[in-house]
Nanobody, 124 residues
Framework: VQLQASGRGLVQAGGSLRLSCAVS????????MGWLRQAPGKEREAVAT????????YYADSVKGRFTISRDNNKNTVYLQMNSLKPEDTAVYYC??????????????????WGQGTQVTVSS
């Protein structure tokens, strides 16, 4: 499985950024996906997850109402739209793929495959 994230950037607080993650090596439409992040000195945390069809999404409390996860199963790509960014959103963001077909997921679903990470920096 290969996951290639893009969309890294430096934005000012209140700005927006969209991350994309192109996935290959699996039948994308059969697996849940997620975005996680790790800030310096902190543990990796789940930001948002989406089920295989895109019909169910889950968000960390810290990003609810500001971030939107979505997927295009025709393009084998998952997205994270980030609005109203805050300095505390600064982190390396990772996309991840589930390893279980059609799994019923939650925010804390353990993912099996990971992308290389993309840096998001929000200045105050």
């Amino acid at each position: 499985v290969q996951l290639q994230a893009s969309g890294r950037g430096l934005v000012q607080a209140g700005g927006s950024l969209r991350l994309s993650c192109a996935v290959s090596g699996i039948t994308f439409s059969k697996y849940a996906m997620g975005w996680l992040r790790q800030a310096p000195g902190k543990e990796r945390e789940a930001v948002a997850t989406i089920n295989f069809s895109g019909g169910r999404t889950y968000y960390a409390d810290s990003v609810k109402g500001r971030f939107t996860i979505s997927r295009d199963n025709n393009k084998n790509t998952v997205y994270l739209q980030m609005n109203s960014l805050k300095p505390e959103d600064t982190a390396v963001y990772y996309c991840a793929a589930d390893g279980v077909l059609y799994r019923v997921i939650s925010l804390t679903t353990p993912f099996d495959s990971w992308g290389q990470g993309t840096q998001v920096t929000v200045s105050s």
